[in-house]
């Protein structure tokens, strides 16, 4: 039986109640802020709440799956580091793909909702330069 702060112990530590809580905060108070700044200011920053959105999905994702990962959950192949998190989050956001990483059961939901929202929000980018344009700002 290892003593605690060993080996075995530490690693179930980090890997399922940090993995989780980072993935948590991920979720629920990046994208909050961020969707509660877009309402509050879209018409006076449309661009600026455009990028935070742009930047906030992958980057929530990335979290989640790393989370996913380092809970032994096995959700991407070859997922390693946060680096690679991230690099598979925006390659899955701009729906680019290069097929190095894939997803695994039912981690094939998540990534399929964030490639809708990345379809969404890079959909929205040319409406909001359009319509600057007509209203004059």
């Not at 112990?9 to 905060?25: D, K």
């Not at 935070?52 to 096995?74: R, T």
Request: aromatic share 16%.
């Amino acid at each position: 039986d290892p003593e605690f702060g060993t080996g075995s112990q530490c690693n179930y530590f980090f890997s399922h109640i940090v993995g989780w809580n980072v993935a948590a905060i991920a979720v629920a108070i990046i994208p909050a802020f961020t969707v509660w700044f877009v309402l509050v200011s879209f018409r006076e920053f449309p661009f600026f709440s455009v990028f935070l959105i742009a930047l906030n999905i992958p980057m929530s994702f990335a979290f989640v799956y790393f989370g996913l990962q380092q809970s032994n959950q096995n959700c991407i192949s070859d997922l390693s580091s946060v680096e690679d998190a991230i690099y598979f989050s925006i390659t899955t956001f701009t729906t680019l793909g290069y097929g190095d990483m894939s997803p695994i059961g039912s981690c094939r939901l998540i990534t399929s909702l964030q490639a809708l929202l990345g379809l969404l929000t890079i959909g929205a980018i040319p409406s909001i330069v359009v319509s600057s344009v007509i209203s004059g700002k």
